[in-house]
């Protein structure tokens, strides 16, 4: 059975940084585009990060672009989001997901495009 894990969510400073991991197991994770997501309250969870299957690709949001930087290391089968120069507008649950398509390099990370998802992790950014 599919199971993505994450971790490394906590409290953190205004301007400070987190990496968050993301554990897979239970699918071929190699062939697997990957993506970040994230919930804050009383919003719609959105899309914050992808990354094609070979890890060679990635495509961040505009609201993240130059501060969060996702990466994929087939070998461990884990995905990372290192966040950067933190808000306290990028507080919120943090989700891990597995793209619906094998061997996927396009940059359409839709909720309805993944299949497998973790149960998230909670970043909190003070002021």
């Known amino acids: 059975q599919a199971q993505l894990v994450e971790s490394g969510g906590g409290l953190v400073q205004a301007g400070g940084s987190l990496r968050l991991s993301c554990a897979a197991s239970?699918?071929?994770?190699?062939?697997?585009?990957m993506a970040w997501f994230r919930q804050a309250p009383g919003k719609e969870r959105e899309f914050v990060a992808g990354i094609t299957w070979s890890g060679d690709t990635s495509f961040p949001a505009d609201s993240v672009k130059g501060r969060f930087t996702i990466s994929k290391d087939n070998s461990k089968n884990t995905v990372y989001l290192q966040m950067n120069s933190l808000k306290p507008e990028d507080t919120a649950v943090y989700y891990c997901a597995g793209h619906r398509r094998e061997y996927y390099t396009g940059s359409f990370f839709d909720l309805d495009a993944m299949r497998y998802w973790g149960k998230g992790t909670l970043v909190t950014v003070s002021s």
């Open positions: 239970g699918f071929t994770f190699r062939t697997a585009a």
